[in-house]
């Protein structure tokens, strides 16, 4: 089974500047995607960004982007010019290119930024 | 748009009781699943409906059952709560072609 980790249970940020969230997963698989979630007070489920394995070029989403290390098994999210609203839970998760594609997430990283 | 609704958002049980949590998305996604939150523990699948007319069983399991009524509802009950399904419970589904899964507000579950 597929085991998303994400070792930063908390993180802050000052207000501008620029974070990383780290996830590592394990999988045997060849064929699967990855998604970073934001989970904001309101308790929705957002998406952020998104990799399929197959690419070798980084995900980048305007102030969002992932440095993804297919070989360490590792998926990093990086938060640029980091904004009040960015404070959050951030999930990261798994998905097999299978056909049943349930997502197998990562126990979060609560982001605080500092003004 | 509506997206994926859940009923109820709120809800707070006797040890014992009984209730069916509903959800239903209008995006005609094939896939529809149930997951449940709990402190420090991310999200972890209770069941899936990968299509209409299947479901299959996911992480956490027990204590729950499913019921895919057609493509667009996806329903979860608890026939016997306990103290331990104590969490805030998201249903979710996907078109599948890119693996996004789109989620409910969620529903906080009490079971006293």
């Known amino acids: 089974a597929q085991t998303v980790t994400q070792s930063q249970p908390e993180m802050s940020v000052q207000e501008a500047e620029t974070v990383t969230l780290s996830c590592t997963y394990d999988t045997s698989e060849s064929d699967y995607y990855l998604f970073w979630y934001k989970q904001p007070p309101s308790r929705q489920m957002i998406l952020v960004i998104r990799q399929e394995a197959y690419k070798q070029q980084n995900a980048t989403e305007n102030r969002f982007s992932v440095n993804f290390q297919k070989a360490a098994k590792s998926f990093s999210l990086k938060i640029s010019d980091s904004q009040l609203g960015d404070a959050a839970m951030y999930f990261c998760a798994y998905r097999s290119g299978g056909s049943a594609r349930q997502l197998t997430f990562g126990s979060g990283t609560q982001l605080t930024v500092l003004p | 748009n509506a997206g994926v609704t859940q009923t109820p958002k709120f809800q707070v049980l006797k040890t014992g009781q009984s209730m069916t949590l509903q959800c239903a998305q209008d995006?005609?996604?094939?896939?529809m699943y149930w997951y449940r939150q709990d402190p420090g523990m991310g999200l972890r699948l209770i069941y899936y409906s990968a299509s209409e007319g299947t479901t299959d069983k996911g992480e956490v399991p027990n204590g729950y059952n499913v019921s895919r009524l057609n493509k667009r509802e996806f329903s979860l009950r608890l026939e016997s709560a306990a103290p331990s399904q104590t969490s805030v419970y998201f249903c979710?589904?996907?078109?599948?072609?890119?693996?996004?899964?789109?989620f409910g507000e969620g529903s906080r579950l009490t079971v006293l």
């Open positions: 995006m005609n996604h094939n896939s």
């Open positions: 979710a589904s996907t078109r599948g072609s890119t693996g996004e899964l789109f």
